[in-house]
């Protein structure tokens, strides 16, 4: 995919943001497409985390616990170049670190919306897995 087919799709996603569950389902078919843009990829990377930003806002509770779990992955998700099983450590380790972000959230409101950020992680482990 190149990436002005990208951010067309994108362009799409975000004008469906006031429908929540489409904007939902969009950012996830974005997270797809970003893997395949060939020409560009850290620039549809950029736009891809802009767009869940956008999503983080509209469905999750504003905190200091879920912008650190954001945070956090992000970071887990720009997968590092080595061995499948290097990569998947370091994932592995982002859910981890997800995980006790959330554990210290002080409402469960939070709690939920940073342990929601992991399913992205695990679609990345799922990637890592099928190559």
Same mark, same amino acid.
């Given at each position: 995919m190149r990436f002005d087919e990208f951010? !067309? $799709?994108r362009s799409t996603v975000v004008g469906a943001a006031d429908d929540v569950p489409a904007f939902k389902a969009g950012v996830e078919r @974005? &997270?797809?497409l970003a893997a395949t843009v $060939? *020409? *560009?990829p850290a620039k549809a990377q950029r736009y891809l985390e !802009?767009?869940?930003r956008m999503l983080l806002e509209v469905t999750a509770p504003h905190s200091e616990t879920v912008d650190l779990a954001f945070e956090a992955m992000l970071r887990a998700r720009r997968v590092? /170049?080595?061995t499948p099983a290097e990569? &998947? !450590?370091h994932v592995e380790a982002g859910i981890d670190e997800v995980a006790r972000i /959330? /554990? /210290?959230a002080p409402t469960d409101a939070e709690r939920d919306a !940073? @342990? *929601?950020l992991n399913a992205t992680l695990l679609g990345v482990l799922e990637r890592i897995e099928r190559q």
């Open positions: 951010y !067309a $799709e @974005l &997270r797809q $060939e *020409d *560009d !802009a767009t869940e590092p /170049a080595g990569q &998947r !450590a /959330a /554990a /210290a !940073a @342990l *929601d």
